[in-house]
């Protein structure tokens, strides 16, 4: 056994199922297989180097499911660890208790590792990595989220690329955001949705240009990269409530309807509205719902449903939700906004009025703050 | 009073409102102003040529409210007439109510046109384009919906071009769709998506390539544009039922509220699904509430909540889906997948295996027929 | 006459010709046509107010080719006055004599006006912008060029908005460059290349983003807008060498063809080579010519043919080029390329070493003076 | 050995070089490595399976350099025989009989394989794409060019995927063309440019919408792929004319630079113009040497430098060409024209007229035939 002759840099990969893993069961339907990515891994060699894992007594030191890829243009050895969950779970299945989980197995190991890995399925990924962006406080090393379209185990597959370049980047760029990295793409998560299905390009940041290119070079934006300032101690908050949902106006709603979904135990409520923040102001019945349930203490978060931009207020019926007490998502996504109203009213030492006004502030840069001001300025006509 | 020199085309403009002929009230807030627009387009000499009107005659030809386009490279003139509605709606209003009406008004008009524009909101012109392409059975005019990012009355507008562009295409060119013209390219209404709300290019159809661009160059794509066979008159069915919702899933939701959103009167709920086509397949709860529904009838019509993509059944998560009754909504958007629900749960002569079949087939060009069986010939690995 | 309620600012405007301004001649084939412009502008409501200049004796204050735009929604008033070339130009027809002009026609009047549009055709218009972005040095205003795909007299055209959106940037917006607006964008001139012949969308600034998109609101990259930090005197530098050339190279060029393409009296070439910066190693002939033109003194500077990307030397084949004496134009347009090697190789009172090194360093913000160090440090793998 | 239990097929793969195969020298310059690839690709397990080659004989029967994919969804085995070239040549030594000798090799091989790829550098592959696309007469198989912008030898690379993908779609699918295999997307061979020297998605198409996209399905565009109607036998015409080269027009060009390229023994030159195909008609010397060229024989081919678009003749400046003797390129890249000159002007039992007719003609789907014809009906304004 000899020393590694180049700096080793070691990646937490936490494997909680999807698509990557995936293997067609006995009717050609995909699902988690237990233990079969490891053993997928270390046969490709763009993944896993033995010859440098055995000359250097890697699983002594690092244990079984340990995996070392070949040596990278920096002049550096990343070696990754991969812990499989068990059940492996598809995304759609995801809960935020699995957000809580994957939080604390990051806390756990936070010291180390130089950065992290959370192979993912693609379905909820960037609701989960909205989430775990609220709950990782005072972040300073990579967390980078991935997974693929199609599953490791077939001859063309996305898998290989987007979990190289995953570790790659969350071991040798210390961009300490919760990321999501897909298709030579690095994105901040709680920007993130998966806005084709069927494309290898799956994913996107509607209001942020990406963090980072990936291609013949690596570019990173550093002018966009979020630096917590805090000097405070990294924290997982995994307490996430669970009282929150997701509604999406479209013509004809009934006042029923939106009484049904408000109704208790729901405490928080993002409301995908029309354009830039819209909601019909001729239906006194449905706005008398909305101002009933924020009076008994609901927040209601206003969001687009459109991909791209953000809401305002400058049209009557955008008003009118103002009046019924709802606040403004400004330009999150609905998947962010979700996450972050779980995080918030789960801060049980803050009161309504403290929760809203922190479901306003840029915690993350999940948001634009001040946009409404500036953009004010800039308009010409 | 002289005849005209070049041949005449009449378009119908209903102005339903929306932002293109919005004025900031004293507030400085947008609303719809009465018979502000026509005032407004007889001033703009793109949009109306008043030497020839007088000389023609044309208010005594055809009323107050018609306006004239200056000669078209077509060495045409296109007249239109504008109808308001009153009062005007700003389009998060819209009502199956209304787009019945707008249905009607076509209905009534529809031998004296070569075509018809509809002035609409952006917010729901999508919603409203898929509901009119469903009611309008045997069509054979163009029936073009457009509108404004920003009011005609502002110095810098996207109204201007986005209705002498609208104007254009349903006079000129015979395309007998119900179509959405906006920011120079033509789609296919049921087709459409408003997925940015700040940009002048604030539609797209994610998953068909524009029916025409409109540059320097109209250039229309006759291989795709859809053509009715039947030989039957053209009629609007504007019977719409009313007792039929939109449900975004998201990580965590509830069978609680799942059930609430189905409870009676729903009739017809279209699905968000997370990537193409998947639910949560560990929450049994859940899906007893969605086999409950569809065993007392209620049609539940999978549709992904991503922007492009197509609904597949090659997941567990997915087929418990179809399990439980579901049917899939391949590519449809929502919107259209909404509104096809409404017109096809009116069809009350037929019984729900009959409306579920509709629902399924491809009526006006809005899906796919046959994808998974062409692209699984295709797949290669 | 009344004194004017709000802010007037003052643009000139200075039309060269080009299609925007063009009209059919009886061959029909278009054409530019004196003082066509200013009469069709007039009758335009968007691009003049016609009641206000009369009220506050705007020809008197300014002239007879005055114009004044609607109040903006900054609340000012864009006053401008067109100069007319005569004969109006078809920029296919611009040589390095009619850029000299327009710069002097803006050193003439740069006190009294708040900023400048040029009217230009689009052949050549990312040509003459990169000019003019080095003709003009210590600015401290903005020039913004523009101009249309389809003649301001055509029913649909792209040359009110063009024109609108110039004069409002110029007018009111403090960016010191020379830019180009088309289509609701504004580039960097010396950026930009004509890559569209047939669109509206015809301008792009492949390696760098827009500094402005201007749709339904004006939103200005102001990080990226470069600022002159002389505190040196405005001035115009309008000495251009003649001798400079462009040569695309091709498989099969032969060392014939370079030599008479390299012929004196050339003392510039932008070469323009494949991919990131590569020639033919064989063909040492090609490469001995190549070698003498740089030895009696020619800078060749060394562009990519590649629409979008930047030359390096990691190949064998990019290094022989610097081995013949060629300089790396790094990510400079060869239009910027072109017209730089004209602006510094008249710079007589520099030798040609000190010429060389101008080129290479970053004037205008044309080219991203240290890329290679910066991505070096960033390859990953 | 037992016999293969699924369906095989063959490939040639001609490995020209390129950055593909590429490694770093001792002076960390890139340079092609005989004999390299194909060790490389026998340990990539997506690339060779060797426990299939050996269980089936596979070195016994096609010989040592013959690898085999695992096997694809398609339920088929590609076998591939890797040919490499000595000296492997950098795209940038590409000739004229670098082309010839590659269609040789086709032509030599075409009845033993289904398919063929063409391992090339990328820098001047839409180059060499163009050249075999004429070359090849009645072609009935795919032969697919491709390559990779970073080395395979690199842990982050696209060459593992292109290759991979080429095979399967060289092999699978009979897409009856030369095409261009890059970044997931198929293009038709002559309508493709490198337009992006640092990414991996470094080729488009920009006048033809890709052939097929091959993501997590492979989806083929069938309404546009080429097909030769001929019933004549496949052959390889590798007469070309070197007397051939590209201009491209920049503003100060001279009467005395023309001339100098147009000189014997040039016979066919394409002209990379202003636009929609415009030149400086106000320089009548530079219009004279033209026209002296044309005269004596020379074929001179009107094409536009800008990356999208067609020439037309609308302009003044665009017709004193078509005057001097010039033909219009269309839609034609200058990489397509040039190589379509070079092929067409070895027509020698051809007069100079029937040549020119034929560069006018769509031979291989380089262009498109009568789009002035469509468009001029289609235009409305």
Same mark, same amino acid.
């Given at each position: 056994?000899?020393?590694?002759?180049?700096?080793?840099?070691?990646?937490?990969?936490?494997?909680?199922?999807?698509?990557?893993?995936?293997?067609?069961?006995?009717?050609?339907?995909?699902?988690?297989?237990?233990?079969?990515?490891?053993?997928?891994?270390?046969?490709?060699?763009?993944?896993?180097?033995?010859?440098?894992?055995?000359?250097?007594?890697?699983?002594?030191?690092?244990?079984?499911?340990?995996?070392?890829?070949?040596?990278?243009?920096?002049?550096?050895?990343?070696?990754?660890?991969?812990?499989?969950?068990?059940?492996?779970?598809?995304?759609?299945?995801?809960?935020?208790?699995?957000?809580?989980?994957?939080?604390?197995?990051?806390?756990?190991?936070?010291?180390?590792?130089?950065?992290?890995?959370?192979?993912?399925?693609?379905?909820?990924?960037?609701?989960?990595?909205?989430?775990?962006?609220?709950?990782?406080?005072?972040?300073?090393?990579?967390?980078?989220?991935?997974?693929?379209?199609?599953?490791?185990?077939?001859?063309?597959?996305?898998?290989?690329?987007?979990?190289?370049?995953?570790?790659?980047?969350?071991?040798?760029?210390?961009?300490?955001?919760?990321?999501?990295?897909?298709?030579?793409?690095?994105?901040?998560?709680?920007?993130t949705t998966k806005f084709d299905s069927g494309s290898f390009d799956a994913f996107?940041?509607?209001?942020?240009?990406?963090?980072?290119?990936?291609?013949?070079?690596?570019?990173?934006?550093?002018?966009?990269?979020?630096?917590?300032?805090?000097?405070?101690?990294?924290?997982?908050?995994?307490?996430?409530?669970?009282?929150?949902?997701?509604?999406?106006?479209?013509?004809?709603?009934?006042?029923?309807?939106?009484?049904?979904?408000?109704?208790?135990?729901?405490?928080?409520?993002?409301?995908?509205?029309?354009?830039?923040?819209?909601?019909?102001?001729?239906?006194?019945?449905?706005? #008398?719902?909305? =101002?009933?349930?924020? /009076? +008994?203490?609901?927040?209601?978060?206003?969001?687009?449903?459109? %991909? &791209? @931009?953000?809401?305002?207020?400058?049209?009557?019926?955008?008003?009118?939700?103002?009046?019924?007490?709802?606040?403004?998502?400004?330009?999150?996504?609905?998947?962010?906004?979700?996450?972050?109203?779980?995080? #918030?009213?789960? =801060?049980?030492?803050? /009161? +309504?009025?403290?929760?809203?006004?922190?479901?306003?502030?840029? %915690? &993350? @840069?999940?948001?634009?703050?001040?946009?409404?001001?500036?953009?004010?300025?800039?308009?010409?006509?």
């Open positions: 056994v000899s020393s590694p002759s180049v700096p080793e840099v070691r990646v937490l990969a936490i494997n909680t199922g999807g698509t990557i893993g995936m293997t067609p069961d006995s009717q050609n339907v995909l699902a988690p297989k237990a233990n079969a990515l490891v053993k997928r891994l270390q046969k490709l060699p763009m993944l896993h180097d033995e010859v440098y894992a055995e000359k250097t007594g890697l699983y002594e030191r690092y244990g079984d499911k340990t995996l070392v890829l070949p040596k990278s243009k920096c002049n550096k050895r990343v070696i990754y660890s991969v812990q499989d969950y068990s059940p492996l779970l598809d995304s759609s299945n995801m809960t935020p208790e699995d957000w809580a989980r994957i939080g604390k197995d990051i806390e756990k190991n936070y010291e180390d590792y130089e950065g992290f890995v959370i192979l993912h399925g693609t379905d909820t990924m960037a609701y989960t990595a909205s989430a775990l962006s609220f709950m990782c406080e005072n972040l300073g090393k990579p967390i980078v989220l991935t997974g693929s379209q199609v599953p490791i185990y077939e001859l063309r597959n996305d898998g290989r690329d987007n979990l190289l370049g995953a570790l790659l980047i969350a071991g040798q760029f210390g961009v300490p955001e919760v990321c999501l990295y897909f298709y030579n793409k690095l994105y901040r998560g709680n920007r996107s940041s509607p209001n942020l240009a990406p963090l980072a290119t990936s291609e013949a070079d690596v570019t990173i934006n550093w002018d966009i990269v979020w630096r917590d300032t805090s000097m405070d101690k990294f924290r997982v908050s995994t307490e996430m409530n669970r009282n929150v949902g997701l509604l999406r106006l479209f013509p004809g709603i009934t006042a029923a309807t939106v009484k049904a979904f408000l109704q208790e135990p729901m405490e928080g409520v993002v409301l995908e509205t029309f354009g830039s923040g819209n909601a019909p102001d001729n239906q006194p019945d449905l706005l #008398v719902e909305l =101002k009933a349930a924020t /009076d +008994r203490g609901v927040i209601i978060v206003n969001c687009t449903q459109c %991909l &791209r @931009g953000t809401v305002s207020m400058s049209y009557a019926t955008g008003k009118v939700l103002m009046d019924a007490g709802l606040i403004s998502g400004g330009d999150m996504t609905p998947e962010a906004s979700l996450s972050k109203l779980s995080y #918030v009213l789960a =801060k049980t030492g803050l /009161d +309504r009025d403290a929760q809203k006004k922190m479901m306003v502030e840029n %915690l &993350r @840069g999940e948001k634009v703050t001040d946009l409404g001001g500036v953009k004010l300025q800039l308009r010409d006509s």
